[in-house]
């Protein structure tokens, strides 16, 4: 069955970095565009970045654009968020997932909380 697996989240102070990873699992990775979504206290999930099959088509919501990298391994099948000068308003759970296979389980997903 399909597992997606969120790590890397923690808690930094605003300026601070952090690198997030996905493992996937369970259907062709490399056959699917993937992306990283976020939800914030009493907010609705929003996707934050999208990565192409080949890596070559990268899209990202305004809000993160410039500060945040999407990347991806096939050869791993994973997928990572690198967050750069984080603001408390990217406080959120983060959750990856294929935008083609909406019936797929959401993973657990990994807590990022930007505080001093």
């Known amino acids: 069955q399909v597992q997606l697996v969120e790590s890397g989240g923690g808690l930094v102070q605003p300026g601070g970095s952090l690198r997030l990873s996905c493992a996937a699992s369970?259907?062709?990775?490399?056959?699917?565009?993937m992306r990283w979504y976020r939800q914030g206290p009493g907010k609705e999930r929003e996707w934050v970045a999208h990565i192409s099959i080949g890596g070559a088509a990268i899209d990202y919501v305004d809000s993160v654009n410039g500060r945040f990298v999407i990347s991806r391994d096939n050869a791993k099948n994973m997928v990572y968020l690198h967050m750069n000068n984080l603001k408390a308003e990217d406080t959120a759970m983060y959750y990856c997932h294929a935008p083609s296979r909406p019936a797929d389980s959401w993973g657990p997903g990994t807590q990022v909380t930007v505080s001093s």
């Open positions: 369970g259907f062709p990775f490399k056959d699917y565009n």
